[in-house]
């Protein structure tokens, strides 16, 4: 069983629509959850990173934590074109492991004018 | 915003000879920085971690001897591929991290993609 599992996808939206991203993962010392947004060939960017249960939202994108479950997600609000990417779920532990970072294996997301 | 380079972002060479991929960061020093793999539609897979001044800690499965880092500066980390084989044709992607909030923060390059022929 992988550490960190994501739907790969592909995903193929209407612009505008409202799109949901998921991962789950296993190893419950996972303290921080990030959201990253890679571009075809392109190194990934961090969207959004939290460290607790819960919603954090920025713009048109919330993230939701749920340790109990062990269940993150990504909403996107009006999806635009621009958002076409590749969506990589990532987590990390505190303490000694420092920055080391868990990937998903990435959900492709198509948002189709 | 943070910055980090690699160089070159291209590179395809023939089967036995060795590449080096370099990764800056530019406008701030990097105490650990990390290098990852990623083959098409696949995770990135974190290979070594790699702390300035010291030998680099490399994940399970991953050939020390085949790729060698070098982490000489705050700056500056280098990842060679000894005797390259097509199959370690892929997306070399690396990171460098900061230290903000208690947590280590990872700023990613643009990725290096290396093809063996």
């Known amino acids: 069983q992988k550490e960190v599992e994501q739907d790969p996808g592909p995903l193929s939206v209407p612009e505008g629509a409202i799109v949901s991203l998921n991962c789950t993962y296993s190893n419950s010392a996972f303290q921080y959850f990030m959201w990253y947004r890679q571009y075809s060939r392109k190194g990934p960017e961090l969207l959004m990173y939290t460290y607790s249960s819960g919603n954090k939202e920025d713009g048109r994108f919330t993230a939701q934590v749920d340790k109990s479950s062990k269940y993150i997600s990504l909403f996107i609000r009006d999806s635009q074109p621009s958002d076409s990417a590749t969506y990589l779920c990532a987590m990390s532990f505190l303490g000694n492991q420092g920055g080391k970072l868990i990937f998903g294996q990435g959900t492709e997301l198509s948002v189709k004018p | 915003g943070a910055v980090v380079s690699q160089h070159p972002s291209w590179v395809i060479c023939k089967s036995g000879t060795s590449v080096k991929i370099e990764c800056r960061s530019l406008d701030f020093q990097a105490t650990t920085m990390f290098w990852y793999r990623q083959f098409p539609k696949q995770s990135l897979m974190l290979m070594a971690t790699?702390?300035?001044?010291?030998?680099?800690?490399?994940e399970q499965g991953v050939e020390k001897d085949k790729f060698l880092i070098n982490h000489a500066s705050l700056t500056l980390s280098t990842l060679t591929v000894t005797s390259a084989h097509p199959e370690d044709s892929s997306f070399y992607i690396c990171s460098a991290a900061a230290l903000l909030d208690s947590y280590n923060e990872q700023f990613f390059g643009p990725g290096t993609r290396l093809t063996v022929l």
């Open positions: 790699s702390n300035e001044g010291s030998k680099a800690t490399y």
